[in-house]
């Protein structure tokens, strides 16, 4: 039963004020932004808040964190989008279903931990890319459809979607130094609705996106033909969305981790995210992910417990059931105005201020993610790159560290004391070290200050013994860590080195 409890975090204190303020707000900016997602898709809009329903649910009892909000994510749903187009939502459905698979087979395999390879100069990037594209897609507000042709608001039309988004603005800057205890964000949203509807001003609301207006979602078997050449279509969309939804979901969990100095476990929001997409898939959802902009939201709003997230989702359900003809009269402006208060409080400002402090390898790095997150809407490969970057970079430098002391001892034996790992890219430097022409016939390389770190390393050795052996000298190699042994015990049926035994290192190989 204890762990049952702690499942479900039933200690934490919980501020129930501020959590379900919190989940009134966070669906209020998560069901325009799952809409336009879907419409964009070509997926009918319903099947962006039945996401936005069941990703938040879930994930919100059963994910790595509390106060993370999950739902119908851009970054997920633009992956299918090529194959709504060539097979249809039966296909997205299968697609949405089996990736769901993989994120929970990542899970279970505790995969999420390599979440920690990810440099603190790409998640900069990763997260001012982020708040670029959140204030990019707010612009869209600004436009209108003018007989089949989109054009940017004039006019009267204009000033007031202006007004009514400095207006939101205002209000959540300068509530919380009035008052912290509503969400500033909710408060904007409804004095903006009832200037709208009191003053019966024309302007874009959310039923202008799409109407909410519908049942519980149904369960839906997706209609494709169950053989392999199905799975050669789905898959490549599946294994892609997986590893979006989690590169989005575990560096947003980091992200919450510093801001709320507190642990999340990222191998569960794997499981948690998997199972979410699943039940998508038979349910009429259209997958997703966790969303940085609607889990800031919610992290200003005061939430830290999972209630805000359950609040949210149930909201959006109850919205569809009944409350659409409502919600439909939210003016968009409102919402915008949100959405771009949380595009500023997303971007790290604090970049700007270090920038000139940190090395010119971290700042190209952290364009690079930025640029890729911006103009190719693409999370995953924008961090694999940014993590490819900073490792080469590394590896860069590494290999420049390693150094050698020489020093020929009472018995005329030539010494080379190693400084720094040996590895693939350090080989080069190692071997020029050595000059085997004029050393002794007896030579020792002391590891004591270094290791032998991967298979080049060993090859290294194996070929420096032989040029040693090839002039009649013998190449010694000593002070060994165990796990340098053990590495080069493993590849001796293709090395032969020679290892000194010494009396420091009592486990030695014998």
Not at 117 to 132: C, D, I, S, T
Not at 150 to 155: D, Y
Not at 335 to 356: D, H, K, P, Q, Y
Request: net charge positive; glycine share 8%; aromatic share 10%.
């Amino acid at each position: 039963m204890k762990s049952y409890l702690n499942l479900f975090d039933f200690k934490q204190k919980v501020n129930y004020k501020n959590e379900i303020l919190a989940g009134l707000t966070v669906a209020m900016t998560m069901m325009p932004e799952s809409l336009s997602f879907a419409i964009l898709a070509g997926f009918p809009p319903l099947v962006g808040l039945y996401a936005a329903f069941i990703m938040g649910l879930i994930t919100s009892i059963f994910g790595g964190r509390p106060g993370l909000i999950s739902g119908g994510a851009g970054a997920t749903v633009i992956v299918l989008i090529a194959l709504m187009k060539s097979h249809g939502l039966d296909y997205v459905f299968a697609a949405v279903i089996l990736a769901g698979a993989i994120q929970i087979i990542i899970g279970l395999f505790k995969l999420g931990k390599f979440i920690r390879l990810v440099p603190q100069p790409v998640m900069y990037g990763f997260v001012n890319g982020l708040a670029v594209i959140i204030f990019m897609a707010q612009l869209q507000q600004f436009k209108t459809v003018v007989n089949g042709q989109v054009s940017w608001l004039a006019g009267p039309a204009l000033f007031i979607m202006l007004g009514l988004v400095l207006l939101t603005i205002a209000i959540v800057v300068l509530l919380p130094k009035i008052t912290k205890a509503v969400p500033p964000s909710l408060v904007a949203i409804i004095v903006v609705f009832l200037i709208v509807f009191f003053f019966n001003v024309d302007t874009k609301t959310v039923k202008d996106i799409a109407s909410v207006s519908g049942g519980f979602p149904p369960f839906h078997i997706p209609k494709i033909p169950f053989h392999f050449d199905t799975l050669k279509i789905i898959f490549p969309y599946a294994i892609i969305m997986a590893g979006v939804g989690l590169t989005e979901g575990l560096l947003t969990l980091n992200l919450v981790d510093e801001m709320t100095a507190t642990k999340g476990n990222g191998n569960r929001e794997c499981v948690a995210q998997g199972t979410a997409n699943i039940v998508n898939g038979f349910f009429f959802g259209m997958g997703g992910c966790p969303m940085i902009a609607q889990t800031l939201v919610n992290l200003s709003a005061g939430a830290r417990a999972r209630l805000s997230g359950i609040i949210a989702s149930f909201t959006i359900l109850l919205i569809i059931l009944f409350g659409a003809p409502i919600i439909e009269r939210v003016p968009m402006a409102a919402l915008t105005g949100v959405m771009i208060m949380v595009a500023i409080g997303t971007f790290e400002w604090v970049s700007f201020r270090i920038i000139n402090k940190m090395p010119k390898q971290d700042i190209f790095t952290g364009i690079i993610v930025a640029a890729i997150t911006i103009f190719l809407h693409n999370l995953a490969l924008a961090v694999l790159i940014g993590v490819i970057i900073s490792a080469l970079v590394f590896a860069w430098e590494s290999a420049k560290r390693i150094r050698a002391r020489k020093y020929l001892n009472d018995a005329g034996v030539k010494h080379y004391e190693i400084y720094g790992p040996l590895f693939f890219a350090s080989v080069t430097a190692f071997n020029e070290k050595f000059d085997i022409a004029k050393d002794p016939n007896e030579v020792v390389i002391d590891f004591k200050e270094s290791r032998v770190a991967d298979m080049s390393g060993i090859d290294a050795l194996n070929k420096l013994t032989e040029r040693y052996a090839s002039v009649g000298k013998t190449l010694h190699l000593k002070r060994l860590s165990n796990d340098c042994r053990l590495l080069l015990k493993n590849a001796e049926a293709v090395i032969d080195v020679n290892i000194m035994e010494d009396p420091e290192y009592l486990v030695a190989v014998k």
